[in-house]
Nanobody, 119 residues
């Protein structure tokens, strides 16, 4: 099983970016999927989480600006980021709670994708 993110980059403050993360491999089912971020010298923090049924949870710092969504048929989670601020600069990581075809459940992480917001 692997999670492959895409969509990071450099954007000016006030701009938008869309991150994607596709899960592939020996997947039986996926429960929660989410995005986390980690700035240099800081801990990794939750940004947004979405359940299989579409219930979402957001960090207070991104409410009203970021939207998480998923395509269950494609095992993909998205993060639409609008009104970006310099403090949103970080490496963004996707994760997913996956039950494999072997019957075991794990939380998998994708590699980080860098988002840099210039002022």
């Amino acid at each position: 099983v692997q999670l492959v993110p895409s969509g990071g980059g450099l954007v000016q403050a006030g701009g938008s970016l869309r991150l994607s993360c596709a899960a592939s491999g020996s997947i039986f089912s996926i429960n929660d999927m989410g995005w986390y971020r980690q700035a240099p010298g800081k801990q990794r923090d939750m940004v947004a989480i979405i359940t299989y049924g579409g219930t979402t949870t957001y960090a207070d710092s991104v409410k009203g600006r970021f939207t998480i969504s998923r395509d269950n048929a494609r095992n993909t989670v998205y993060l639409q980021m609008n009104s970006l601020k310099p403090e949103d600069t970080a490496a963004y990581y996707c994760n997913a709670q996956i039950k494999t075809t072997s019957g075991f459940s794990y939380t998998y992480w994708g590699q980080g994708t860098q988002v840099t917001v210039s002022s």
